[in-house]
């Protein structure tokens, strides 16, 4: 079964300023995705940016980018320039890739980011 | 685009209730989802539905949960009689079909306690 662990319950950082939010996971398969997740306070949870494991290249999405080390099962994600905006629950996420079956979301539990004026 | 609609936003019950949460995905979406979110952890699958069949019910507490997608397009989940371990916030997701290469868009959840 697949597991996803966040170590960092709680983070914070001051405005302007880079923090890397850390994620693990375990997994047999080969191919899949890797998602962090952002949920304000009372809002939605929304997509901050999406990994697929067999593309070496490291995602971006403008201020935020991921350090996928595949051996390690290691993911983490990168906020450069940190906004008041960025203060969110964020939730690493694993999904198998193949449609046809299940392509549910596991969750880590999460890491809470209070961003500092 | 509208997004996934869910309602009630709030719902507050006392033990061995019937509760139920209705979600409106997003128009076109085959995929509709239902996680459960406990304080403190992240969210759970429940049951995913593809168009009006059930794809994955593994975790889905059978005798009292229940979920139906009539049509292929609304959801309702059903708690039936409620427990306390059961307060939590319910997520509806819905995804334009099943596979990873799909974005789910989530909604705003249902927070539901259980007294």
């Known amino acids: 079964a697949q597991t996803v662990t966040q170590s960092q319950p709680e983070m914070s950082v001051q405005e302007a300023e880079t923090v890397t939010l850390s994620c693990t996971y375990d997994?047999?398969?080969?191919?899949?995705?890797l998602f962090w997740y952002k949920q304000p306070p009372s809002r939605q949870m929304i997509l901050v940016i999406r990994?697929?494991?067999?593309?070496?290249q490291n995602a971006t999405e403008n201020r935020f980018s991921v350090n996928f080390q595949k051996a390690a099962k290691s993911f983490s994600l990168k906020i450069s320039d940190s906004q008041l905006g960025d203060t969110a629950m964020y939730f690493c996420a694993f999904s198998q890739r193949d449609g046809g079956a299940t392509n549910k979301l596991i969750f880590g539990t999460g890491t809470l980011l209070a961003v500092q004026p | 685009e509208a997004g996934v609609a869910q309602s009630p936003r709030y719902k507050i019950i006392e033990k061995r209730q019937s509760v139920a949460f209705w979600c409106n995905p997003i128009?076109?979406?085959?995929?509709l989802y239902w996680y459960q979110q406990i304080l403190g952890q992240g969210p759970k699958l429940l049951i995913q539905f593809q168009n009006n069949g059930v794809v994955d019910d593994s975790q889905l507490p059978k005798d009292r949960f229940s979920a139906e997608r009539l049509k292929g397009v609304d959801s309702t989940l059903k708690i039936q009689p409620a427990k306390l371990e059961d307060s939590a916030v319910y997520l509806c997701a819905s995804s334009r079909t099943s596979g990873g290469a799909f974005e789910q868009f989530f909604g705003p959840g249902t927070r539901l306690t259980v007294l």
């Open positions: 997994t047999s398969e080969s191919n899949y995705y």
């Open positions: 128009s076109g979406h085959a995929t």
């Open positions: 990994q697929e494991a067999y593309k070496q």
